[in-house]
């Protein structure tokens, strides 16, 4: 490794138990989580009181970190129940927290030890207003997503402060905190965690005199995903303190896929800068895992014409997801799969895992639990036994060859 | 007695409106976004001049996201602001809260973060760090606007009138749809229209979406001012400005004639195409059970 270079943490979301295992096991270096307060993301299944003990200690036991949003812009109902909700967290020794609404800075600094990152909702894009939440006991800017190569290495030249920026994932069409659509078209609060993506619907376009302007398709916010795979060691070299992965909904296959990769490449740079090379490979599996195109964003220039979708847009469910290694027997070569997506014999497919390099083969033969030779995998969470020769582990993930 | 502050869409409007209203929000070329019209430092300074000789107040908005490229010039244009008579400086990026106390230049703060701008505590917290008042989100209910007023001693703004800006990108999203499709159109503004529905959009330095229908509190404003809210924001925004001066006249008329009068009147203008926002509308956030 090149010791000139920071090794940037690689920080995944979870939106439960299993996916904080599954990033944290595939290679995260931390994770964020929401509580059953106060978070963004109100409809994920986040964590209880409980919950979060858990995921503390396995995160620690790793020796790994994890860190809980509070992001959320407050009304005065909520504002009363949060020193108490503060507490409880630093209690339970989460490593930070992550806040949008400056009057929880105050709160975290006067009544607790927590560290507190500041959350993209503030789309802090400059060094003067980075300086005043650093002033305040910010640890950690979460940069605006608007945000330049130019602006990182500004920011980082003018203010010793971590940096934490976004590489992966979906984008909200406007500035961060900026749009409350969904309050007005569906009465679901955007800032407070109910988004309900009106960016994604579609519109008809008019003009000054309210006459229809058609193009082939009509009118949506919908921005391509965001995907910095090309740009891992610019932004390593930038000194980018921690690297994010959107998605607190997303699946575990999905988070395990994205870690997966991401963690590859994070360490294939690191480990050999001169030699690095970048893999075709590793952005064809990215993109087969959440369907959508996806674009450096506001990173490298300007928005054009090719960096949205104009609707009309087939968005197909991942099948690529076939099944989850539960068990691996030395002996008989056999592995136990539970399936998530259809497979049969003969299929070429791929398994990954935290522990190995992917192993590609086709699928010869496949036993259902009785032992009885089947061709077919079609079942939800069906239990199969397929050969493979070489050595796979629990949690690792089987997908279709492409 | 609350004040009735106006958005202008034209200087013309500002001279038509002086003996309407008690000041304006006028913002700045470059930096100022969602308002109908930004003016230069010296058009400001002319608009005081006037404004002031008549006993009127004058806001600047300068509520863009600032980019590191627009440091530079944001402080020198906030030294040459902090050198006029002005009544508030309305701002979005806290970059401005950091050069104002880091040059001492001892501008009157009004915290306007459009959308967040929803509890008493984060309003005595700006007010703690340098902040003087308030502009307040227009998603709050009537009842969080009145435990806002009764927490706090920030002097506070709302909306009142006017269509209300729900969405800003720098996203060129209307221009790259033009784009794509290879259609021209020269509007000046463009409107969305889903299910009968229709959503003025502007592409300026930024894209804004504004809400279908007008926001009229014609009938909450005598209680409102009351609880001394301190400024009612009237924003002109899309509005035939003869048809804004009828407004401004009935609302000025509201504290002393009859008021169901007024209230049908301003209605029948309106072509009943407005309402009162969020102010009996709880928004939910939460939409299923954990687990």
């Keep these: 490794m090149d010791k000139n270079l920071k090794r940037p943490e690689l920080l995944a979301p979870a939106g439960d138990m299993e996916r904080l295992k599954i990033a944290l096991l595939y290679g995260a270096d931390a994770v964020y989580v929401g509580g059953d307060l106060f978070s963004l993301r109100a409809n994920a299944i986040n964590f209880s009181k409980e919950e979060l003990k858990e995921a503390v200690s396995f995160t620690h036991n790793l020796k790994k970190k994890i860190y809980v949003t509070v992001n959320i812009s407050l009304h005065n109902k909520e504002a009363e129940k949060i020193i108490d909700y503060l507490k409880e967290l630093d209690k339970l020794k989460v490593d930070a927290i992550i806040v949008s609404d400056p009057f929880i800075i105050d709160l975290a600094v006067e009544h607790t030890s927590l560290p507190v990152h500041l959350s993209t909702q503030q789309s802090t894009l400059n060094y003067e207003a980075i300086e005043f939440f650093k002033n305040q006991g910010v640890s950690r800017i979460v940069l605006a997503r608007e945000s330049s190569r130019e602006d990182i290495a500004l920011i980082k030249n003018k203010i010793d402060i971590e940096l934490e920026y976004f590489i992966h994932g979906a984008m909200c069409a406007s500035y961060s905190g900026r749009c409350v659509l969904s309050n007005f078209l569906t009465d679901r609060d955007s800032n407070r965690g109910g988004c309900s993506q009106i960016c994604r619907w579609d519109f008809k376009l008019l003009d000054e005199n309210l006459k229809n302007i058609q193009g082939d398709k009509d009118f949506t916010f919908c921005t391509k995903d965001l995907s910095m795979l090309k740009y891992i060691p610019n932004l390593i070299n930038l000194g980018v303190d921690s690297f994010k992965i959107e998605g607190r909904m997303r699946s575990t296959y999905y988070v395990a896929t994205i870690v997966n990769i991401y963690r590859k490449a994070i360490d294939e740079y690191l480990s050999d800068p001169s030699h690095y090379s970048y893999n075709v490979e590793y952005e064809k599996i990215l993109r087969n895992c959440a369907n959508r195109d996806s674009i450096p964003q506001f990173f490298d220039g300007n928005y054009g014409v090719n960096c949205q979708y104009y609707n009309g847009r087939v968005e197909v469910s991942n099948q690529d997801f076939l099944g989850v290694v539960l068990d691996y027997d030395i002996v008989s070569h056999l592995a136990t799969i539970e399936q998530r997506n259809y497979f049969k014999k003969g299929d070429l497919v791929e398994i990954f895992g935290p522990s190995i390099s992917s192993i590609t083969f086709s699928i010869s033969k496949i036993y259902d639990e009785d032992n009885n030779v089947i061709e077919i995998v079609r079942h939800p969470k069906q239990i199969v036994k397929i050969r493979i020769f070489e050595t796979v582990h629990p949690n690792d993930m089987m997908r279709i060859k492409r | ?291």
């Design chain 2, 1 to 291: 007695m609350s004040k009735f502050i106006v958005i202008p869409s034209s200087k013309e409007q500002i001279l038509n409106l002086l003996d309407l209203c008690d000041g304006f929000i006028l913002g700045l070329n470059n930096f100022s976004v969602n308002l109908p019209i930004t003016f230069s430092l010296e058009e400001i300074k002319d608009i005081i001049k006037l404004c002031k000789s008549l006993q009127k107040q004058i806001f600047i908005s300068l509520n863009k996201n600032m980019h590191n490229a627009d440091i530079d010039e944001l402080t020198s244009n906030l030294v040459e602001l902090s050198k006029l008579d002005l009544d508030g400086l309305i701002f979005y990026d806290i970059a401005i809260v950091n050069l104002n106390k880091k040059l001492n230049l001892n501008l009157k703060l009004f915290w306007h973060q459009e959308h967040l701008v929803t509890n008493y505590y984060t309003i005595n917290y700006w007010c703690k760090n340098g902040v003087y008042g308030s502009f307040l989100s227009s998603e709050l209910t009537k009842k969080e606007i009145l435990d806002i007023k009764d927490n706090t001693n920030c002097p506070l703004m709302m909306n009142v009138f006017g269509f209300i800006p729900m969405f800003t990108s720098k996203r060129p999203l209307v221009k790259n749809y033009l784009s794509k499709f290879n259609l021209q159109d020269n509007s000046k503004i463009n409107y969305l229209e889903k299910e009968n529905n229709i959503y003025p959009i502007t592409s300026t330095n930024v894209v804004t979406v504004y809400s279908n229908n007008i926001l009229n509190l014609a009938q909450e404003i005598n209680e409102l001012s009351e609880k001394n809210i301190a400024y009612f924001v009237f924003n002109s925004f899309n509005i035939e400005s003869s048809l804004f001066k009828s407004i401004m006249l009935l609302f000025y008329k509201l504290t002393n004639e009859n008021q169901k009068e007024i209230f049908d009147k301003i209605n029948m203008l309106l072509n009943y195409k407005s309402d009162t926002g969020f102010l009996y509308k709880n928004t939910v956030y939460k939409v299923k059970k954990n687990g």
